[in-house]
């Protein structure tokens, strides 16, 4: 406990300089613009702040960067509450209680639940990491290549099992990430691979670039290619933004619930905020007395989700500082930004740079308390936002697309890239199949690799290795008994209940 104390004063210390405030301000407030902005979402906006980073200093950029991350599930509420249209994906399940809410003239008790709920989730999963944190840095240290490598396995079969729709077209965006994650030159013996005699292609594909154009550019064209809805802006005035003792006692349960869940899903591999507020919402419909409420302005069905999408965003951070290994794309472009900074993602940070570590854990309590600050007030300027005509959004976006890839190696070859990537992810959507899992199996297929080669090296060949060393066998059982539970028809019933959008 006495080394939690000392290891959070560093943090505060580091937290509360001019430098790391300003720059957790400028994270939370463009977090919470994208959150407002359809079209947009953290893992574009952080694709293409990525290369404006190189020149911060680490510490900065990360707490930005995850400020962005976090501060998007505080903006796409409030647009989802007010004009039922939600900025992100987390959003979707608040919008369905919220914006009846609002239609009866409740917009400001949903409002101050979920600012409230948020806050409070954000609290707690802060504390968890806090307090995770050095107990999983310590395991890491032990593991070993044979561990790594089924750690990996484990994380990539768990985000099949979570993904959302089809399991067979996860396992297909799996593999296809963990194939193109092969293209460039094999360290061990020097031979290119699929490159196709491409130079370009012989250190690989630059994941910014495919990150920029899968969820920038891809996203983009979508927008592009159905007709533009029309947004009506909310035009009553907002009231009742202090809940009364009824309603806090109302909105206690699920915002507990909501934390629990989303601080759990959160550290799972394709994991996250959204999955984390759909299966809040099916928790809360579940435990409600009067279920028939959901759907017709229920505060829980503000409450839980929103708490929970919240506790989700920023637990995945865990296994992301203390092994790392992405829980979800943001995170793979934070062990990006981190790698662009010369820094080793793993469990060495918190010893090698106890600053970076515990200076980004305090800051994420800092900017839950500067959302709940910046968003009640700023409600009115957020939704006018919305009256601005895409058609003027989506050039400044390509711009910054294009200019965020082609900094990254002053290459114009990744701005081919972004754009054969924008086409694929707009072909993914369209195909209704997820990125997430496609974009873990491209970072994650070289590591993959290169413990897999260690381990043999071990072994001198020999596979047992992998289920000789306890803690590599349990995490490929719990990998193996992921899949074979999904296999059984009442279980992925279940699954595919929980991840249904209502």
């Known amino acids: 406990m006495t080394d939690l104390f000392m290891n959070l004063e560093i943090g505060f210390l580091t937290a509360v300089s001019a430098n790391a405030l300003l720059y957790c301000f400028i994270g939370c407030l463009l977090g919470t613009l994208i959150g407002v902005l359809p079209g947009l979402g953290p893992s574009a906006t952080i694709a293409m702040l990525l290369p404006i980073t190189f020149g911060l200093d680490p510490t900065a950029s990360l707490i930005m960067l995850a400020g962005i991350y976090y501060g998007a599930q505080y903006g796409g509420s409030t647009t989802a509450i007010l004009v039922n249209l939600p900025g992100e994906a987390s959003s979707v399940v608040t919008a369905i209680d919220g914006y ?89 013996s020097g031979t290119e691979r699929l490159t196709f005699r491409i130079f370009e292609l012989s250190d690989g594909l630059d994941i910014v670039a495919v990150a920029i154009g899968l969820f920038g550019l891809g996203e983009i064209i979508l927008n592009l290619s159905v007709e533009a809805e029309k947004r009506t ?19 206690f349960g699920p915002v507990v619930r909501g934390t629990a869940v989303g601080s759990a899903l959160g550290i799972l591999p394709g994991g996250g905020a959204m999955l984390a507020s759909f299966v809040s919402y099916a928790v809360e419909k579940k435990v409600s007395r009067e279920p028939e409420r959901f759907g017709k302005g229920a505060i829980e069905g503000v409450a839980g989700p929103e708490s929970a999408n919240n506790a989700g965003s920023q637990t995945s951070f865990v296994p992301m500082l203390t092994l790392g290994i992405p829980s979800n794309v943001v995170m ?24 970076l570590f515990w200076g980004l854990i305090v800051s994420m309590w800092i900017g839950n308390l500067m959302l709940v600050i910046l968003n009640l007030p700023l409600i009115g300027l957020w939704v006018r936002l919305l009256t601005i005509p895409y058609r003027f959004l989506f050039p400044a976006i390509m711009v910054f697309c294009c200019i965020g890839a082609f900094s990254m190696n002053n290459s114009s070859f990744d701005i081919y890239v972004v754009v054969v990537f924008g086409f694929l992810g707009y072909l993914f959507k369209k195909l209704d199949c997820e990125a997430a899992p496609f974009i873990l199996g491209l970072i994650l297929g070289p590591m993959i690799e290169e413990y897999l080669r260690r381990s043999m090296l071990l072994s001198r060949g020999d596979p047992t290795i992998f289920i000789s060393r306890p803690m590599s066998a349990v995490m490929l059982g719990l990998a193996a008994i992921a899949i074979l539970s999904v296999a059984i028809p009442a279980v992925r019933r279940a699954r595919d209940d929980a991840l249904l959008e209502e």
Do not use: N
């Not at 409740?106 to 802060?126: E, K, M, P, W, Y």
């Not at 050095?134 to 790594?148: C, D, M, T, V």
């Not at 202090?242 to 806090?248: G, I, N």
């Open 332 to 355: 793979a472009l934070m062990i990006g930004a981190m790698i662009i900074h010369g820094i080793q993602p793993g469990p060495s940070v918190m010893t090698d740079q106890p600053e």
């Open 100 to 188: 009846q809410m609002a239609r009866q003239g409740r917009a400001g008790l949903a409002l101050i639940t979920a600012a409230l709920g948020s806050f409070f989730a954000g609290t707690v999963a802060t504390l968890l990491i806090a307090t995770m944190a050095p107990s999983l840095a310590k395991a890491a240290l032990q593991f070993g290549a044979p561990e790594y490598f089924s750690l990996m396995v484990l994380g990539l079969v768990v985000s099949v099992v979570l993904a959302h729709g089809s399991l067979i077209k996860a396992l297909a965006m799996i593999c296809l990430g963990l194939l193109l994650g092969l293209i460039g030159t094999d360290v061990t």
């Open 233 to 251: 802006a909310f035009a009553k005035a907002i009231t009742g933004l202090l809940p009364t003792r009824k309603d806090l006692k109302q909105i």
